[in-house]
Nanobody, 123 residues
């Protein structure tokens, strides 16, 4: 049984920073693609960043240069460091695990989701 447990969300002022963590269990973590998605009220869930087992990363244009995804395979944990936060970053952030990337889109083929953690950025 795969479990993904996020932590680190909260309320921060614009320009501030937060670090999200996602602890994974129940799978061979180091081989999996790990990703962060977010969903604001009334919008579709969107991919923020993903990292492959080899450490290759990709980011949404809206967060490039501000967010950093990383992983610690020894701790079965993936992180999202978020700097220079903006009110538009306000959303529920979800951790996701995929066994592979789509060969057609290059996007994670998500197998499991975490429960989500709220990030609120005040102006």
């Amino acid at each position: 049984q795969v479990q993904l447990v996020e932590s680190g969300g909260g309320l921060v002022q614009a320009g501030g920073s937060l670090r999200l963590s996602c602890a994974a269990s129940g799978s061979i973590f180091k081989f999996n693609v790990m990703a962060w998605y977010r969903q604001a009220p009334g919008t579709q869930r969107e991919l923020v960043a993903h990292i492959t087992g080899a450490g290759i990363t990709k980011y949404a244009d809206s967060v490039k240069g501000r967010f950093t995804i990383s992983r610690d395979n020894a701790k079965n944990t993936v992180y999202l460091q978020m700097n220079s936060l903006k009110p538009d970053d306000t959303a529920v952030y979800y951790c996701a695990q995929a066994r592979m990337l789509s060969t057609t889109t290059g996007l994670p083929r998500v197998d499991y989701w975490g429960q989500g953690t709220q990030v609120t950025v005040s102006s």
